[in-house]
């Protein structure tokens, strides 16, 4: 239960941080994708229901408030978050290596899927153009940004797991 609440304040706080915060401090006009290091952290390190649940509720949030298509992202999302949880048994403590790359993957295949259904359907057929000025320079950003953001979910997963484990709640849980 502790780790549900964490998971949506999680997925909370990091959509207000991504739509407000970073595009103000975008680089080259590209803005890191922080709402997929979350849905690629949860499902490496919790497993593919707890990334298909992140991604999907991440996902709905972006669709919510940015898309004209209900349902799209969180597809997007919750493909992405389950198919991470499946390298959960290769989990490893806090080595960042692994989720970089994961990372580096899972976003590349954003990309490209937002390339083919949102630009090639509709006869955009410049994936030279949009794959070097989008999707590289943000599945950069976004890589590098996964340095700082995985050791900070890391740690608060870890808290919320072992807390859950012992019977414990979280200290600002406390009646």
Known sequence: MIQKVVTALEIFITFLLQTTLFPSISVASVV?????????????????KAGLFTGFFSGLMIDIFYSDLLGFYALVYMYIGFLNGMLFKVYYDDDVKVPMV????????????IYGFQFLLRGR???????????????????????????????????AAGNEKEGQRLPWLKK
């Not at 994708?33 to 849905?39: Q, R």
């Not at 996964?146 to 997963?157: G, H």
């Open 32 to 48: 890191p994708n922080l709402l997929l290091i979350l849905t690629v952290s949860n499902g490496f390190m919790r497993g593919k």
């Open 102 to 113: 994961l990372v580096a993957i899972s976003d590349l295949v954003y990309g490209l899927a």
């Open 125 to 159: 057929t410049q994936i030279f153009y949009y794959f070097w000025h989008i999707i590289i320079p943000e599945m950069v950003y976004t890589t590098l940004m996964t340095l700082i953001l995985y050791r900070i979910y890391y740690r608060i997963n870890n808290l």
